[in-house]
């Protein structure tokens, strides 16, 4: 796999675009990649990807299996450019009982049942996630999900998961679907309500890690959710 790390050039007006409309941000993320269906190409190529706010502006973070071409991005649309390192090394680190520091942004949601869901209409609406909005939720939602992936969250000295959950702004936009027998175009509206979690983590499984970081973890994967950064417990949680 293979980790893109690319500082965005926040005066770009293709970025400004995308960052007001995630769907955008996904086709021009998904652009570096060969394909021509591209919800197919995330899930072939095992594309991820996240937007950090750092005191420079933004860097956005881009994981997959095959090597991308950043050359095929709007001009301007970065400040310098990019890096592309292999993650090969921090996965043959990952051993049982080794401990990391870990930054995710997800999207912790819970189905409704669906006896209790229904559209205005009265029509029974199956499978609808809403988000999780209170903190200790969120932090139950991520230790439920490290009991699948192998790893768990250790105590703090508070006695709590070691985990510091800050909620993002939401992420919004609009994909356009043509409905099969139209040839007019839907927009479908896209509302996500992401949150970063930094912490640490131990591994207990790491053949179910590894698969964790290469698909990602929770629903959102397309737009900016998912991509799970691991690093040294004695370096913090960065991405370098």
């Not at 990019?82 to 043959?92: A, F, H, N």
């Not at 509302?191 to 698909?215: E, K």
């Amino acid at each position: 796999m293979f980790l893109s790390k690319l500082p965005v050039n926040v005066v770009s007006r293709k970025f400004r675009r995308d960052i007001a409309n995630v769907h955008d941000m996904h086709r021009t993320v998904m652009d570096a990649f060969p394909s021509t269906d591209q919800s197919a190409a995330r899930s072939e190529h095992g594309v991820l990807w996240r937007l950090d706010r750092t005191t420079q502006g933004y860097v956005l973070y881009v994981q997959s299996r095959i090597q991308p071409n950043w050359d095929r991005l709007p001009e301007n649309y970065l400040s310098e450019r990019g890096k592309v390192r292999c993650l090969q090394p921090v996965l043959q680190a990952i051993r049982a009982g080794t401990a990391f520091r870990f930054r995710i942004v997800a999207n912790p949601t819970r189905r409704l049942k669906p006896q209790n869901d229904y559209r205005n209409d009265g029509n029974r609406k199956h499978n609808r996630r809403v988000p999780l909005h209170r903190p200790d939720e969120q932090t139950s939602w991520l230790v439920q999900q490290a009991e699948q992936r192998g790893f768990v969250l250790p105590a703090a000295s508070t006695g709590e998961p070691d985990v510091t959950v800050t909620p993002l702004p939401d992420l919004s936009g609009r994909q356009k679907d043509t409905a099969e027998g139209t040839q007019s175009p839907r927009h479908n509206k896209i509302t996500i309500a992401p949150v970063r979690f930094d912490g640490r983590l131990v591994v207990t499984d790491p053949n179910q890690l590894v698969q964790a970081i290469s698909d990602g973890i929770g629903p959102a994967k397309a737009y900016g959710c998912g991509l799970m950064s691991l690093a040294p417990v004695s370096n913090g949680a960065g991405n370098d």
